[in-house]
């Protein structure tokens, strides 16, 4: 399966087409909040038009506590339209919904403020990490509200520093174990930063394979077996 972050400028049922040809399922498309705020329907024909089952919000403009409120009911207002029309709504964050006020987490403030309902999560590990902070306790926590993770490894004492699943400080295994326990449905592997766009989603393909075969007792697979 594949997440969308861009639609090179393709009508829904062309990059339908393509990925039937190619046999690749449409897991879940992101769209700007922009987008979401402006065109909201014409988002959301889009996505149904790809199949796709899942939508997501990659980022909000959040800076202060006002912000965040304001951000939840637009969230809420975004996801129950998406629900009506058979879509589930995620929310996907980035380091700095991991400022305190409070004493709170941005991002649990937001997840006090939605209807689980409507808005889910989309968890990034590599995001997570970056922010400091540690990914496995804060997943489980709201593993029950996150139906898609991000699996992005992450080198320390990077900017942004993601790298090739399995290379950096994620301990990948750890995190399988709690999401296949949780029931999460999608693990989703995103790279920022490759040399090699296709050689890093092969190391991916194998190391989330390999990882997923031990936590749940399967034989391993050869590397012949994964093309």
């Not at 309902?117 to 989309?122: D, G, I, R, T």
Request: net charge negative; charged share 20%.
């Amino acid at each position: 399966a594949v997440e969308f972050h861009q639609y090179y400028g393709k009508p829904a049922t062309e990059l339908r087409a393509v990925l039937d040809r190619c046999r690749i399922t449409p897991l879940s498309g992101m769209a700007s909040w922009t987008a979401l705020q402006e065109d909201l329907d014409a988002v959301v024909r889009y996505q149904l038009d790809l199949g796709s089952p899942f939508l997501v919000c990659p980022s909000a403009p959040l800076v202060s506590l006002a912000d965040y409120f304001s951000a939840a009911i637009s969230l809420n207002k975004i996801g129950h339209v998406c629900r009506e029309q058979g879509i589930t709504f995620c929310y996907h964050h980035h380091e700095h919904e991991f400022v305190r006020f409070n004493n709170e987490y941005g991002l649990d403030i937001l997840c006090e403020k939605t209807n689980p309902e409507w808005v889910q999560l989309e968890l990034d590990t590599g995001n997570m990490l970056f922010a400091g902070i540690e990914p496995y306790g804060y997943f489980a926590r709201h593993a029950n509200r996150c139906p898609i993770l991000h699996l992005k490894d992450h080198l320390p004492g990077q900017i942004r520093g993601s790298t090739d699943l399995g290379s950096g400080q994620l301990e990948l295994t750890r995190l399988i174990d709690l999401a296949i326990a949780s029931g999460t449905d999608w693990l989703v592997c995103e790279q920022e930063h490759c040399l090699d766009s296709f050689a890093s989603a092969r190391i991916a393909l194998q190391t989330m394979t390999a990882a997923i075969r031990q936590e749940s007792g399967l034989p391993e697979m050869t590397s012949g077996s994964i093309t």
